[in-house]
């Protein structure tokens, strides 16, 4: 018997971490994520675009959000975080994964990794073989310095990220030429810019965002 709950407590101990990616829509084809980790305990990254999805995925896998984080600051990925801080899910500011790094929560450490360039206070979430990337790096492309960013920064975070391993898979914050990627595939495309067109229909929706809030 003793040693029937040797193996039960020692099995518990042993779990599958699982990424959920989210296609929540939101502001332009926007992810969240769940990353679960021990005891159904789940960290959820850029709570933002349609909470019902979000909600479902919680309820149906019987999850427990113990964590918000942000890749970055920009409106299209923070659109839930006072929504989930009123359910009682705390926010690890910019400033508090300064303080701690790495930090580890739910059985899962999480390495943070200062990216500036899209924003200034852009950062990658890398979990075990994966990197979260928000808007530094997207599968086909990097995200615009036009809101708070800087460009010669953000040459220097793709030039430290490229220092990594190539096969890291990449979880970018918005669906622009896929869902995910190798790290090596994505920084060969990142040369890849939107179209004139392209930027333009986002000018237009920061614009009403902006009216929107006004
Ligand atoms: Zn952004």
Redesign the pocket.
Known sequence: MVVLVGVINCLSYFFVMQIIQLNVGGFDNNYSYLIVGENNEAILIDPTGNKEVIEKTIKDNNLKVVLQLL??D?F??TELVDYFKEKGVPLKSFEDLKKENPFEIAGIKIKTLFTPG??KD?VCFKVNNNLFT??TLFVAGI??VD?GGNKVELEESLAFLSTLDKEITLWP??NYGGAKSTLGRALENSHIRPSEKMLAQIKKKVEEYEKQVQ
């Open positions: 890749t970055h920009h299209d990925h899209h924003t852009s928000g808007d995200g615009t809101y914050g918005h």
